[in-house]
């Protein structure tokens, strides 16, 4: 396609500074008299054109382009790998650009510190003001403690205990602004941001906290777990309402097939995804985000509100696993540790003959200490948890089936609608479900059905059509 012909001595530039050679092609920096002559004939040439090549090597000053494959793979640079970023690992965020590169870039960072460090010093001053109210409170609350074995000084202590709460109010609005100021302080700091979204949170800073709920309520984690919930009949089957504070993972063991992808033993469970018995043999684990920084006790229900009852002819609820007293905040683990100290985890077994059977997971809060619901001045007094401990008794194996959780709930004064958690999955019958009635139910697996069709001409059909 291409032919090669001599150039003549005379072209200028670049052009005449190229030597071909076998493998190898050398722009010269420097025009010699002898680069211009042109080359010898094949006759006259008593050595390979490689062996020519070889001889006028590329030296400091000259480029050198090596047309061999295996000299180009040698040199390609493989881009390095960012390392993982983790609390085992840690780095620290650093300016994408170093100063004086974009001044508007500096003149912004320069102001949120600024409107940082005039935060810091409107909180500093409110926390002072905070402390002086309270310690007027603790004096009024002495006061009123030492007019209760007075007689005749009933009048006294009711307006002694209007002040407390007129106090107790004022506290509370105090406390909810200081905690307004302190996450406008650090929430729009570039390394504050950059630490959150890497996975590097500290649940025991506010900042932090807000910035991990937000993420929680606005990126779509909360609102597919509602629609599942709502979709799916959970809320009102249930329970009557719930209105989720703490972000709740349940993770369960893998397929084969899921092993052989993600080389994974474990995985967090989509809301409303389908699992196999096999997988939910053993307990799965609670993960949670929790935001408030008090200690409160929650209790823990799975459920299966889709248990075949021949008596009725329709559907009742079976208790799964249940533990009560559980205490959280935000500085404790991830991970829900001892969960099978009360009421044993007996897996799911769906069974043989009935639909797809909705196992559901509540973290319900306990009553608050004292109060109709928690405040933000009883936890800044608070020296343990700030609900009240339930002695709620280990539900016995005949008591799970037809296990009534609405009436449970009214018992122990629980209520999904000030807070707590959920999660849902499904799942269906199969084998395994089997091996699960035999060495751990130990009973006989029940099989069900739909009812045989009334056929209304079956009389018809056992008369003769022809009477001779």
Not at 88 to 100: F, Q
Not at 311 to 338: C, D, G, V
Request: hydrophobic content about 35%; aromatic content about 6%.
């Amino acid at each position: 396609m291409f032919g090669l012909r001599r150039l003549p001595s005379s072209v200028p530039g670049f052009f005449s500074t190229i030597a071909r050679g076998n493998a190898t092609l050398t722009v010269s920096s420097q025009i010699t008299p002898e680069s211009s002559q042109p080359p010898p004939s094949k006759a006259k040439s008593s050595e390979p054109d490689h062996a020519a090549a070889s001889k006028n090597p590329s030296t400091d000053g000259e480029v050198g382009v090596t047309g061999t494959t295996e000299d180009r793979k040698k040199r390609r640079k493989i881009p390095p790998k960012r390392p993982s970023i983790s609390f085992d690992t840690p780095r620290s965020w650093n300016r994408p650009l170093r100063e004086g590169v974009v001044p508007a870039y500096d003149l912004a960072l320069s102001t949120l510190k600024r409107d940082s460090a005039n935060l810091k010093l409107e909180a500093k001053q409110m926390r002072i003001n905070i402390k002086e109210k309270e310690a007027g409170y603790q004096e009024l609350k002495a006061k009123m403690d030492s007019l209760r074995e007075v007689e005749g000084a009933l009048e006294k202590r009711l307006e002694l205990k209007e002040e407390l709460q007129k106090l107790d109010q004022e506290l509370e609005k105090m406390l909810e602004k200081l905690h307004i100021v302190e996450v406008q302080s650090e929430v729009n700091l570039p390394n504050v941001r950059w630490k959150v979204n890497n996975a590097m949170a500290d649940m025991s800073k506010i900042e932090h906290r807000h910035l991990v709920e937000q993420k929680w309520r606005k990126d779509g984690a909360l609102h597919l777990l509602m629609e599942r919930l709502y979709q799916m009949n959970v809320v009102p089957d249930v329970l009557p309402e719930l209105n989720p504070n703490i972000d709740l993972h349940v993770v369960a063991r893998t397929t084969p097939r899921e092993f052989l992808e993600s080389k994974k033993v474990r995985k967090a469970v989509e809301p409303g995804a389908f699992l196999k018995p096999k997988q939910t043999l053993d307990a799965p684990k609670l993960h949670v985000n929790v935001f408030h920084a008090d200690e409160r006790l929650y209790t823990m229900l799975l459920v299966d509100p889709d248990v075949p009852n021949p008596e009725s002819e329709s559907f009742t609820t079976y208790l799964h696993w249940m533990k009560p007293n559980i205490a959280l905040s935000a500085s404790s683990p991830s991970r829900i540790p001892n969960l099978n100290t009360h009421t044993r985890y007996i897996p799911p077994h769906p069974q043989r003959g009935s639909p797809y059977h909705r196992y559901i997971c509540l973290l319900l809060p306990q009553p608050p200490l004292g109060a109709s619901e928690y405040t933000l001045t009883a936890a800044s007094r608070a020296t343990g948890p700030t609900s009240v401990h339930l002695d709620i008794p280990i539900v016995s194996e005949t008591e799970r089936f037809g296990f009534n959780i609405r009436e449970f709930m009214r018992r122990w004064n629980l209520s999904g609608a000030k807070g707590g958690a959920g999660h849902m999955w499904r799942e269906i019958w199969d084998e395994d479900v089997t091996a699960i009635y035999k060495d751990i139910l130990k009973r006989e697996e029940p099989r069900y059905g739909r009812p045989p069709k009334m056929d209304g001409y079956a009389h018809i059909k056992e008369q003769k059509k022809y009477i001779l």
